[in-house]
């Protein structure tokens, strides 16, 4: 044998060697994706298919954006991402009627800071029940995407999540489900409202009118009438017409502060000044505001929401209290929370009358019963998790974990 031959030979081995190793690496790859062990963690839905949406601005107050759709779909059930851990077991907890109360979180991708969550079968007018909203996309529940200027929505069967773009500049805070089953989206960094269709996922804009300038845009309700009515930090709220998309705005007494807002049964609204400390009662006709005082003076009235019987409850983010008003006979109530340091952002009535708080200050969801004026508290499996946004359906309540880019699940039923 001669040198080249020996030569010829020693290539062919180091061929076959290499041949083995790449093969054995790439297809391990493909095992550990198919086995679900998280190998490949967040893809795009088709690679191939270019993401865009119609995004339609009303009024033309607005030009055209520059229109990016990102979608994202488990490989394996949870996703995580690399610097999230497997979802946590769910929580079960037993109450005193033997009833098994359960806690679930969903991961969405790293970097949403979901900051609101609505599932699709719910409403804004919580006891307005529509047939045909009910049934829209019932295993389907939105978020907003503050950081990615993004409306999330995940699939709860199959725990897949996708987002759809909002608009150049976007940081959506607030989202809920209207009567025509859409969601609608208070967006602080377009400055607008937002609707999105939920079976086209078309995106139409309404831009606040031009000399408004920065709303910082929260919440919004729908009233019995169909309009929809919203809040912003810098001292505004608003209306929107639906029908014609015309929006009307109005400085909110003590400027500065309106956050959370809520519709009663009866219609009437109501909303949360954080800044100024009051809830306001909006007159639906006027639009002018009656300024509603809670006992506690600077308690940081956050976030607002009714009961069955048009009670309104209040969380109270600087004194750590939940309040309650009511209208009927004029009269507040309030209620320290458990703990040493108390910090309630959300407030949420479910269908039974029972109120869900979320507090900062313990990393828990809190239930009271008006009944018995008793707290329940539920820990949080994720630690700072910093719910700052409660809505329910029949069963469900639902949280928005923007401190851990998750959503949070308890099953009543």
């Known amino acids: 044998m001669n040198v080249v031959e020996s030569m010829y030979d020693h290539f062919k081995i180091i061929v076959m060697l290499f ?30 298919h270019v993401y865009n949406k119609n995004i339609e601005i009303q009024n033309n107050q607005m030009s055209t954006f520059n229109i990016r759709e990102y979608g994202y779909t ?55 029940t529509n047939n ?75 831009p606040l009118p031009q000399g408004v300038g920065y709303a ?11 309009t929809l009515w919203f809040t912003g930090q810098s001292g505004i709220y608003g209306r929107l017409f639906p029908s014609t998309g015309a929006i009307e705005i109005f400085a909110a007494p003590k400027g500065a502060g309106p956050y959370g807002i809520t519709t009663t049964p009866n219609g009437s609204v109501y909303y949360a000044s954080l800044a100024g400390s009051y809830v306001g009662l909006i007159n639906t006709i006027t639009g002018q505001v009656t300024v509603l005082e809670p006992p506690t003076p600077d308690q940081g009235a956050r976030r607002v929401w009714s009961d069955s019987d048009g009670n309104i409850w209040v969380s109270e983010w600087n004194a750590g209290k939940l309040a309650m008003y009511n209208p009927q006979i004029d009269t507040w109530k309030e209620w320290k929370l458990p703990g040493n340091n108390p910090k309630p ?37 994720s630690p700072i998790a910093n719910v700052r946004q409660i809505l329910g359906v029949e069963g469900e309540v639902w949280g928005a974990e923007s401190g851990t880019d998750r959503l949070l699940l308890i099953k009543t039923r």
């Open 19 to 48: 041949v083995v190793i790449f093969g054995f690496g790439f297809f391990g790859a493909l095992l550990l994706q198919d086995a679900g062990f998280g190998y490949n963690k967040e893809k795009l839905i088709d690679k191939d």
């Open 74 to 128: 488990l490989v394996s059930s949870p996703l995580v991402s690399s610097s999230q851990e497997a979802l946590n077991p769910n929580t079960t907890f037993t109450n005193l009627n033997n009833q098994n109360i359960t806690l679930r979180e969903y991961p969405v991708p790293v970097g949403s800071r979901p900051h609101d969550v609505a599932p699709s079968t719910s409403t804004s007018m919580l006891y307005v």
């Open 132 to 206: 045909n909203t009910k049934n829209l996309l019932k295993d389907i529940v939105w978020y907003t995407a503050q950081a990615s200027g993004e409306l999330g929505k995940l699939n709860t069967t199959t725990g897949e999540t996708s987002h759809i773009f909002l608009g150049e500049g976007s940081a959506p805070h607030g989202v809920i489900v209207g009567p025509d089953g859409a969601p609608w989206i208070t967006d602080g960094g377009l400055n607008a409202i937002v609707r999105v269709d939920p079976y086209t996922q078309n995106v139409t804009v309404y």
């Open 216 to 226: 910082n845009l929260n919440t919004a309700t729908f009233d019995n009438n169909g």
């Open 345 to 381: 952002y959300a407030v949420y009535v479910d269908t039974k009358d029972k109120v869900w708080i979320s507090d900062f200050g313990s990393n828990s969801l809190y239930r009271f019963d008006p009944a018995n004026q008793s707290f329940k508290k539920f820990d949080i499996p």
